[in-house]
């Protein structure tokens, strides 16, 4: 069912470029991809490796290669179905990108077999305390824009951000991911825009209120919003379109050694 969605979905985009571009021929239209980044969790394990593979091809490589060359490839279709309308039916690519997904075919300190498992140790936002998802990765950010970026269409950052009620992590996250956004423009990718996911809290579709994703927290029953410290430095990048060392040492000293090693 995900193949069959996904390669209607992609047909209907780029019969829907087609008619918006014909009808306003200076309209901007692109698609917006979340880009997961699959590494297995022992790149020695072999049928891991295959695994990530298998994953990456899935979600992120069907959809890249079918709007650089109009095709459809299984299990999108029954070989190499062609269409027309999906070659060049974008202006800009919106990315998505929040975290780093580990994949493994072997169950790990006796529990049993999950396909996607966090590293041992590695930092996670609220919503990884009680799942697989949610590792802190800025390097992620770089390997998706370097990735969209070789399609040579400019990109803009749709969404990025984790869940963190308390805002202790999300200094540290901005400062980091958006230090990896700087180092993919130095290296040629044509980032126009960055948009944090989000302002301020919102309704999950899955989990409801349970995570915060917001610069701004937002309380449910009265609406009274209340801005986070990261809001704060969210709001001194812009005004400086820089990240400083005293931006770090006030908001997020450890990540100073990360940021001016």
Known sequence: LYFRVLSHLLQAHGAAYRV???????????????VQIFQPLDPADRPSVWL????????????LKAVEDGRLRPPLSYG???HGSLVDSL??????????????????NGNRL???QPTPGAEVSDHGRHGTYGEVYPAGIYHALKRVAALGKPIYITENGLPDADDDQRPRFLLTHLARVQQAIAQ???VR???HWSFTDNFEWAEGWALRFGLVALDPKTLVRTPRPSAELYSRIIRENAI???????????SLADLFS
Not at 20 to 34: D, P, Y
Not at 101 to 107: E, G, I, K, M, W
Not at 245 to 254: C, H, I, V
């Open 52 to 63: 990530t593979c298998l994953l990456d091809r899935w979600f992120n490589q069907l959809t």
């Open 91 to 108: 202006d800009f690519w919106g990315l998505n990108y929040y975290h780093r997904q580990r994949t493994s075919l072997r169950p790990q």
């Open 188 to 190: 040629g990718a044509d």
């Open 193 to 195: 825009g960055y948009y």
């Open 244 to 254: 400083t060392r005293d931006m770090a040492q006030a908001y997020a000293p450890e």
């Open 80 to 82: 190499l179905a062609a």
């Open 20 to 34: 918006i571009r014909g009808l306003h021929g200076s309209t901007q239209v692109g698609l917006v991809k979340n």
């Open 114 to 116: 999950a396909l996607l």
